[in-house]
């Protein structure tokens, strides 16, 4: 059973309350300039909890103030070890996780005010930033290119308290129905020795659900009155471990400590019937922004017209709203710079299809009125996004839901459709909406659903390469990379989001991680870069060293893609579960050519390896004259795999290593004696 199924039934302590709403006073202007530091901080070398941490967090404080459109947080961090000074090197504005009522935020709609910072040495020296955050050019955990504002405290050294405060400011007005509703989550990736929350709010009805560790308290209410909110919330809490940091975990997001708020409704008292109740309203907007037209049916007729199956009707509806731009795959517009092109916020699917662009919600929307309109059954599902949390039906909001899917019933069965992903197959979803949760449209109204996880033939790579090596062990040839479904959608959405240079970039990183060091990568080409019905290729050159020798022997790696492999997994036990982003398959063939001179003395077996039903192996060598044929087949079957099945795991990745490690042994024998 998935991760994200079953997450509720593990997370014990889930709590729901509602609070009502009560009068408040005034709010605290502005936060003390500087907590001083104690002689005992300045002097600490560790944190007993957390042997060998890099850092300790002294301080974490956020406030909301609704009256005053602002946002302010204020760390203190105490740096342990030259890890701890490298990660603190450049920080991040930290743009507060949040829900917002009608609108979707970015870090453009914030204004960074009061921004402040310091560096205090173990002796007690202070210095001042005195300068400002600064954007930069980053890539995140998938590669993509993004602008982030940040800042580098001066003079950092183990040993140093680094502190830093700064107010953001919306560039919207909060009020009742236009607020701001923030998340606030308790772990972070060190040892938190106190937190402190505040929230001034408006918004009436408020309430919360809870993922917190068994020594935390309660988030408290207090009756204040005599200003313009209507609710005064804060939570303290002391000594918080750090978040789980192991590999390939679930989105850092969806495990940590943390509290959710959300608005309650007079009519609506539990989760069932939030998600029943609100579902029909979310179901009736969506059929009202899909509505038929003579627009909608005239274009559904002439994109099936002489169609000979529903499916190919299906595929070409399909294949027209691919089409289309989707405005989340570009540059934010201005109001002025839509206004001058004519484009207004569409009020249907009509207006999607006329401007010939949508986001993913007004994409999805669009082809499923186009397939009701050729006669399908077709419904709206809304997901959380896997890469981003794990949806949680106690959180009474629909803002956890970040994307939308489509489903259609083709010859009686209902199938799972991503329109609005740019480059991603017909009848196949982006990894991110498979096996996750979310709400979705039934012929009667709404209900909570899941959705299957892929296969693993929806996402395949081939790395084929023939090279010759010479009497030297020196390597020349060639590389073809073949993707399919997921890879192929990530590469192509890489282009797309930036340009051709950027995936020629990654995917020549990515051979240099592989192959042996010193070998030159070139003559990058592609094929297929945006025909979705194809595979992707990549095409390379290579040099370099791929065989060790001496004047009688020669070793050459009898994996050539697992020269550089090393074990993901190394620790003795697992505490979250482990997760993959999708099935996939893996499989290789390299043929090489040795001299004539070389002569094959020892080669690896044949070897097959499995991990239950998570995982599976097989590899061998073929040799033929002067010609060696090497075959892999990597298999991933599972993407949520629990913590006791991480042992037989983990195992399972070792004898795989130790298999793509053993080498080819050649005799080598004198140039005149082979002659």
Known sequence: MSLFRTVFTRCSYVVFCTLLTIPAFAATKGTPTWIEPTQAELQMTSQPEVPGAA????????????????????KRIKILNEKGRNDNTSIPINYPRANVWTNSWESSDYDIRSFAGRTIHSDGTIIPFTGAPQELEVRDNHGEKEMKKVFALPDIQVGSIIEYRYT??????????????PSWYIQGSAFERKEHFEWFCRIPRVAWTTILPPNAGPVKDDEV???????????????????????????FGGLTSRILFYQTHHDVHTPDEFWKERGKDWSRDINSFAKTSSAITETAAQITASAATPEEKLRRIYAAVQALKNTDFTRKHTEQEDKASGIQEPKSVADVLAHKQGNNVQLNELFVALARAAGFKAYIMAVTNRDRSIFLPQWLTFDQ???????????????YFDPAEPFCPFGQLFWTHADTSGIRQTATGSALASVPAGTIEDSVTERLAGVIIDPSGKETGGITLVFRGMPAIRYRQRVLRNDEKALRDELEDLLHSWLPGGTEVSSTTFENLSDTEKPLLAHFKITGPLATSTAKHALLPGQLFEVSETATFTASDRKTWIFYNYPQRISDEV????????????????????????????SFVEVSGNQLTMRRDSVTAAIDVKPEDYPGLRDYFTRVITADHEPVVFSIKPAASAQ
């Open 55 to 74: 850092s300790v967090v002294l301080y974490h404080e956020e406030i909301v103030n609704d009256p005053e459109n602002s946002w302010s947080f204020y």
């Open 225 to 251: 009155a005599g200003m313009d909110y209507n609710e005064h919330i804060s939570f303290d809490i002391a000594n918080v471990m750090p978040a789980p940091n192991e590999p390939q975990m679930a989105p």
């Open 591 to 618: 043929v090489v050519k040795v001299p004539h001179t070389w002569s094959v003395e020892s080669q690896p077996e044949k070897k097959a390896e499995r991990s239950g039903d998570n995982a599976g192996y097989q």
């Open 401 to 415: 839901l970040h994307d939308d899917i489509s489903i259609v019933e083709l010859d009686g069965k209902e199938r």
């Open 168 to 181: 953001l400011v919306t560039n919207f007005k909060l009020n009742v129905t236009y607020s701001f509703i």
